[in-house]
Every structure is written in structure tokens, then in C-alpha cells.
């Protein structure tokens, strides 16, 4: 299981597998029934979850009902614990957004809840987050997760998320790490070959590996940055339930 998924993730354009990936998952879900981990996103248990990852597969990271990884059901209990997302409806965009939260969040916002990628055949808009196609403080909250390090400019994504927000609006923008972390993002545009960017970014689409920096290259798009260790919070035994990362930092960033 862990090499076919492995292989999957690195030859098959993400594109395609959101159009196979769910009901798949689910018939393998069937066969891991059980008590002993949880998704709170979808409130149900497994024996085990799936293992998930391009080169070396994480053990029990992904939930075969809900879709979700470590960080979103980490996401999904922060949202629920320290903000109001869930209590009444509001102007919401999701940026590249992940299948795993795409019904609840839409039975939750209505028609404010949008979705926009550049290539997502699940996407309600079509969209370059380069240059998003909303005028200034349109949405309440926004969700962009593991995309800066796909894109050419990042900061220039992050000042138009920060555009599109009404004042007193907050973002989550998440991305990933390879520890032990540089002081410094980073990034070299000569990189073009594939298997470079591989060996150097730890992933063939990546242009960036982000460092210690990173919430400074968010202030640097204008936001306030709370850089949250909401899962320190949180016992051994939820940390272990629900499989979660145990050192993953959210960064909750606010346009006052």
C-alpha cells in the first residue's frame, strides 16, 4: 500500500485523483473499521488509518472517509476550539481546497463559501492566485494551505489574500517544513529540472523550502501573525486519537 500510494502521488497530476481518489477510499475504508482512531471531521473511527507521502509514507496520516491528513484534522480542531467559524455563516474563500473540508465547510457557509484553484476540477472558480479575481475586502476569512511554495511570487499571493479580506478578516495560510529548518526560505529560479527541484525541495512542483522566515515573509504581505502551538494544548491521548502532528505551528494571520 505504501509503495502504490507513493508512486501514485509522484506520477498521477493531483488534478486526476481528485476525480477517482474518494470513492476509491471509501471501499478501502469499508475494510478498516474499528475504534481506534478517529477523524473528528467526520466523526468516525478505523483500525488504522492509510499511509500517505511521496517518497517515504507516513504510517496512519490518511483517513479513508473523510480524505483528511494530520494537519487538517489538526486545522479542524483549531477552527472549532479558537475561532467562530462554525457558528454562523460568512464570506469565505478557500484557495486550492482540500476535499476533506469541502462539504462541511460548504453546508456551513451556503453560497458565501467559495472555492477557487488553477487546476482543481472540484473548484467553483478557476484561479491564479497571482491575481485573485475578487475585489478588495470581499471576504471574511480565507484558507491557502501548502500553495506558497508552489508558486512563483509569494509574496505577492500573500498581498492578495490580504486584497480580498475585510479589515478585521483573518487567514490561515499553512506550508511545509523540512526540519531542521534554515534561518532563511530558500528558493533559486535556475532550478527548473524536476528531479532537482526533488532533491532539493523535497517535492518535483515545489519552488521554495521555507525557514525559519516564514512568518516574517508574512508580515512582509501586511498581515498580523499569531504564530499559534495550538496542538501542545491538546492530551497525549487526542494527539494520538485523532493522529495528529504534535509539533505542526498554525499560523493565524489577521488584517487589522
Request: aromatic residues 12%; contains cysteine; glycine residues 4%.
Amino acid at each position: 500500500m505504501k509503495f502504490l500510494i507513493s508512486f501514485l502521488l509522484r506520477k498521477v497530476p493531483r488534478k486526476y485523483i481528485q476525480l477517482v481518489n474518494g470513492p476509491v477510499l471509501r471501499v478501502i475504508g469499508f475494510f478498516l473499521q474499528g475504534n481506534k482512531y478517529t477523524c473528528p471531521i467526520i466523526n468516525k473511527s478505523y483500525r488504522k488509518f492509510l499511509p500517505y507521502g511521496r517518497i517515504n509514507p507516513r504510517p496512519n496520516a490518511l483517513c479513508p472517509g473523510s480524505l483528511s491528513l494530520e494537519r487538517h484534522r489538526l486545522l479542524w480542531l483549531f477552527l472549532k476550539a479558537k475561532t467562530p467559524f462554525f457558528e454562523n455563516p460568512i464570506h469565505f474563500l478557500h484557495i486550492a481546497p482540500e476535499q476533506c473540508f469541502m462539504k462541511p465547510f460548504e453546508r456551513i457557509h451556503g453560497d458565501g463559501y467559495i472555492t477557487a484553484d488553477l487546476e482543481s476540477p472540484l473548484a467553483k472558480v478557476k484561479m491564479d492566485v497571482h491575481q485573485i479575481p475578487f475585489d478588495e475586502n470581499t471576504f471574511d476569512a480565507v484558507m491557502c494551505n501548502h500553495v506558497m511554495e508552489h508558486v512563483e511570487d509569494d509574496i505577492k499571493a500573500m498581498r492578495e489574500i490580504y486584497r480580498v479580506l475585510k479589515p478585521g478578516g483573518w487567514a490561515i495560510m499553512q506550508v511545509p517544513f523540512f526540519h531542521p529548518l534554515d534561518e532563511a526560505t530558500f528558493e533559486d529560479k535556475s532550478i527548473t529540472d524536476p528531479r532537482e527541484r526533488e532533491k532539493v525541495y523535497g517535492q518535483d512542483d515545489h519552488v521554495r523550502l521555507y525557514g525559519k522566515d516564514y512568518p516574517k515573509r508574512i508580515r512582509k504581505a501586511g498581515f498580523t501573525v499569531t504564530e499559534d502551538t495550538f496542538a501542545n494544548s491538546l492530551t497525549d491521548q487526542e494527539i494520538v486519537r485523532y493522529a495528529l502532528p504534535r509539533d505542526e505551528i498554525i499560523y493565524f494571520c489577521e488584517k487589522r
